[in-house]
Every structure is written in structure tokens, then in C-alpha cells.
């Protein structure tokens, strides 16, 4: 077991976990139409973004500062600090990614996750591994990812993203995922660097899984069978049962082939118990943050934890037969979860699950 002692967000609905919570809560998904590039040609016109055109380097600086300062790490800590980073690159790490580290003062930048939608909880449980094997007392894992012509133009000329802009994960009529501003940063120790520092844990994370399908480069396996491999590791090292689960925020990104293939991973790892667990994707409000999605929804789960209640699935229309499970509709939900599991999917079949602990 790990324990995330500092987090840092941001989001179309601004800088701070406190905003994006304020977001979920109020059910407003943050989106607006398209001004950052030319939508000539596109058919979708709408993504959850900032305003005007936010450097992505310096946004995860200052979000690696604010992590690390609620972690009340002192300057001797942060340098002997490693960092993981989640961030889309398009040929080798660019000057300024690769100074990273350094201008916020830690150790190096130890590794670059890129397996698309499923990076930020790939580096996180990276860096859970780390600190399992005592490689390191403490990790910085960051993520960021904003909306850009480029991969708006890859989803947009493969008739992915809702053509109306409103994602509609696990119901009926949902046409796919609007993109959306993405980052943040969050410092992992293990317990007992956490007390010998006297920091007070925000969340635990309790267990970790990765898993491929091996099925498809841009479908899932319609059973599932990649993240219920990752869900079934992330409970085993946990060493509870999924009995345990007490919320999913679910990767769902509003696609014919995702969802359902998602619904049945949890019906596979979860058995029995599926029915009880209620489950979310808090993407249509947010927004798909590509890879920074995991690191967004980590913080989702936590303030979920934190606050014992669970953000809605916004944009529902009706069921779907294949996608049978307990979704969160119409208004947040009260509930006194232990546990919470954070899922993420990418291309090439990349699964991750992350289950956090209530601290």
C-alpha cells in the first residue's frame, strides 16, 4: 500500500481539485465551442477548454509546486524526488519536458508514459511499483494533456466525438467522447515515509493492476478481458474481494465498442457483486482528457472518498442492454464508499485500475 500525499489539478473548470469538485457537483459540463485552432473541415465543434492558449509546460510546473507543497516536501526532499510524467509526445522528449524536473527542483525525470488514454494511471501505478520494490521513499507522477488541432483532428476525421457535443456514457444513443483540458500532479510515498515526514494522507492506494487485451489496436476485446485481468491484480494486492468496491469511475468514453466492453470487464471482475456497485463517468463534464484522464479521475475518486459523495453519469438518455450496471443518475449520490476504483483504457489495449482507500 501507497499513500498520495499531495494533488494538484486542472481542468476546463480551472485550476484546484476544490473547482473541479464544484464542477462535478453542479452537473454543468465545462464546454464551450472550439476558438484555439480552425475547425474548418470538422464536424464536431465543441471541447471542454480553458480560455486562450495555456502552456502546457509551465501549467505542470506549477501544478508539480502545489502537489509538492501540500505534501510539505522541503527543498533536500523534492531533490531526491523522481518524476514520472504522463504527457502525449509526438517524436523524442522536447527540451522543455525534459527540463521539467529540474525547474521544479527534483531529482530527474525518471520515465515519459505515452500509451495514450491509459498513461497517467499507467505512471501512477509505475510509481506505486517503485516504492513497493524500495527503489524510492516518494514519487512525483504528473500529467497533462490539452485539447490541440491535431488530436482533435485525428478523433474528429475518424466520427469519434459527439458530432452534438454531449458525451453519453452507457446509454442509449451515445455517439462519443468530447475532448477536454487535462492535467495534474500528485505525490505517492509509501506510509512510512509519510510518517516520518508527518504527512497526513489524502487517499491510500491500495492496489494497482495492468493488463493488455491483445485483441485490437483501437477496440477493446468485447468480453473485457484486459481490465478485468487489471481489476482482479489491483484486489489481489489490495487483499480484499470485490465485495469491497463501494464506487467505479469508469473509463467509459460514450463509444459503441468501449462501453459495453467495459461493462463487461466489471461483470467479470466483480461477479456477483456488480449490481451493488455504483458506477460513473464523470467524462461528460470534464471532458476526455486523453492522457491525462487517469491522473483527472484518480482526483475525482479521491474527492468522491473524501466527500462520501459519488458524481453523477451526465448525458444519459436511456439503457442499453449491454451496458446492465448501477450508474449514478440525475444528481450526485450519498454513500460511505471505502473504496474506489479508477479505470483507464488506451489504444493499443492498455488497461490500468487503480483502487483507492479512504484515508
Not at 510546473?61 to 509538492?68: E, G, K, N, Q, S
Not at 478481458?225 to 465485495?243: F, K, N, S
Not at 449491454?322 to 493499443?348: H, I, M, T
Request: glycine fraction near 12%; aromatic fraction near 4%.
Amino acid at each position: 500500500m501507497t499513500v498520495i500525499t499531495g494533488l494538484a489539478t486542472l481542468t476546463a473548470y480551472g485550476h484546484g481539485t476544490d473547482r473541479l469538485w464544484e464542477g462535478l457537483l453542479g452537473g454543468i459540463p465545462a464546454l464551450s465551442p472550439v476558438t484555439r485552432f480552425d475547425l474548418t473541415g470538422r464536424r464536431a465543434r465543441f471541447a471542454a477548454t480553458l480560455p486562450g492558449e495555456p502552456d502546457l509546460t509551465g501549467e505542470l510546473a506549477t501544478l508539480i509546486d502545489r502537489a509538492c507543497a501540500q505534501a510539505g516536501l522541503t527543498a533536500d526532499e523534492r531533490a531526491t524526488t523522481p518524476l514520472l510524467l504522463a504527457r502525449h509526445l509526438t517524436g523524442p522528449v522536447d527540451p522543455p519536458t525534459a527540463a521539467l524536473a529540474a525547474a521544479c527542483g527534483l531529482r530527474g525525470l525518471e520515465r515519459v508514459h505515452t500509451n495514450a488514454c491509459a498513461a497517467a494511471g499507467s505512471a501512477v501505478a509505475d510509481a506505486a511499483a517503485s516504492l513497493a520494490l524500495d527503489e524510492y521513499p516518494r514519487v512525483v507522477v504528473a500529467a497533462g494533456q490539452l485539447v490541440g488541432a491535431d488530436s482533435f483532428a485525428c478523433f474528429d476525421s475518424a466520427g469519434v466525438l459527439a458530432p452534438d457535443g454531449i458525451s453519453r456514457p452507457f446509454s442509449a444513443g451515445r455517439q462519443g467522447p468530447v475532448l477536454g483540458d487535462g492535467a495534474g500532479a500528485l505525490v505517492i510515498e509509501t506510509p512510512e515515509e509519510a510518517r516520518r515526514r508527518g504527512a497526513a494522507p489524502l487517499v491510500r492506494l491500495a492496489g494497482w493492476g495492468q493488463a493488455g487485451d491483445a485483441h485490437h489496436v483501437a477496440r477493446p476485446h468485447p468480453e473485457g478481458r484486459g481490465t478485468a485481468r487489471a481489476v482482479a491484480a489491483a484486489l489481489r494486492r489490495a487483499g480484499v474481494g470485490p465485495e469491497a468496491v463501494g464506487y467505479v469511475n469508469a473509463h467509459a468514453t460514450s463509444t459503441p465498442s468501449f462501453d459495453p466492453a467495459e461493462a463487461a470487464a466489471l461483470h467479470r471482475a466483480l461477479g456477483p457483486y456488480v449490481g451493488r456497485v455504483p458506477v460513473s463517468s464523470t467524462k461528460p463534464l470534464h471532458g476526455h482528457c486523453l492522457t491525462a484522464a487517469g491522473m483527472v479521475e484518480l482526483a475525482v475518486c479521491t474527492l468522491a472518498l473524501r466527500h462520501g459523495l459519488l458524481p453523477v453519469n451526465a448525458g444519459y438518455l436511456g439503457p442499453d442492454p449491454d451496458c446492465r450496471l448501477d450508474l449514478v443518475l440525475d444528481r450526485p449520490r450519498p454513500a460511505a464508499a471505502r473504496y474506489a476504483l479508477n479505470l483507464s483504457a488506451g489504444f493499443g489495449g492498455t488497461c490500468t485500475a487503480l483502487l483507492l482507500e479512504a484515508a
